[in-house]
């Protein structure tokens, strides 16, 4: 633990240059530039809002706030999975001739993927001025769950980075089962409307992201409080995932290199 400290502090001002180049490179051949960090979103909430209405003919109060919460959250969370898998190849020339600590690849795509989703949920205040969502002191609890989503996210991410470096068809399996995640988070509908009971607790409760999503709807749109039991559950969870996936990472990394 003590190392870990050390070498975030000793990175810091790396990772976060490192960050930013990335944003800038992603944009660079782009003629809306980061406008598209809102417009993806922004019409993915359309097409999703179309699909609940028209299709489903199923709808939830603020619907187009209540899908761009879920979506925003979602992307940020699938995006680094996707990333860590391959983050080490990917990164290839670098950690071949410099030594970084691999973790550290890790919160490069969490500080660019979370500039995005802060960026993109910018749209959410505008959205919800504009249709007089409700507001009282509980959206200062956004604060505790966006720090539940970081834990989990580099959670997961650390332990994938690590496999993905051994197993050449991980990232695939990572696709499918992201895609399977998604329609199981309730990016477009309440699960604990359109889930019966049981099944709809059971998913909140072993679903990490249908929690954290269905948690920031409460606060920011219907003014209650999350179920803090499973958030703090996941937290703890999260916690013990880093540090098995860190410690995995430190004791195999010099290996890396060689299996690629």
Not at 36 to 53: E, G, R, T
Not at 152 to 177: I, M, P, R
Not at 195 to 207: A, E, G, R, T
Request: charged share 15%.
């Amino acid at each position: 633990m003590n190392q870990f400290i050390s070498d975030m502090k000793k990175y810091q001002k790396y990772t976060i240059y490192a960050a930013k180049s990335e944003l800038k490179s992603e944009v660079a051949n782009s003629h809306l530039s980061w406008l598209w960090w809102i417009l993806d979103p922004l019409l993915f909430m359309i097409v999703y809002s179309f699909v609940a209405v028209i299709v489903f003919q199923k709808s939830e109060p603020y619907l187009p706030v209540f899908i761009f919460i879920g979506y925003n959250s979602w992307n940020f969370f699938s995006a680094c999975l996707r990333q860590s898998v391959k983050l080490v190849a990917a990164n290839k020339p670098i950690v071949s001739k410099v030594y970084i600590p691999k973790f550290i690849l890790i919160f490069i795509k969490i500080f660019s993927n979370g500039f995005k989703m802060l960026i993109a949920f910018s749209i959410v205040v505008v959205m919800m001025i504009g249709y007089r969502v409700p507001v009282d002191w509980k959206v200062l609890l956004m604060l505790p769950l966006f720090a539940v989503l970081l834990v989990v996210t580099f959670a997961f991410s650390s332990v994938l980075l690590h496999f993905g470096v051994y197993v050449e068809d991980l990232a695939d399996v990572v696709t499918v089962v992201l895609k399977l995640l998604f329609y199981l988070t309730g990016i477009f509908y309440s699960i604990q409307k359109r889930v019966p009971y049981p099944y709809s607790s059971l998913l909140l409760k072993c679903n990490p992201m249908a929690l954290l999503v269905d948690s920031m709807r409460r606060v920011l749109i219907y003014q209650t409080m999350p179920d803090w039991a499973p958030v703090l559950a996941w937290l703890a969870i999260g916690i013990v995932l880093s540090v098995v996936g860190v410690h995995n990472i430190y004791r195999h990394e010099n290996s890396y290199v060689k299996v690629m």
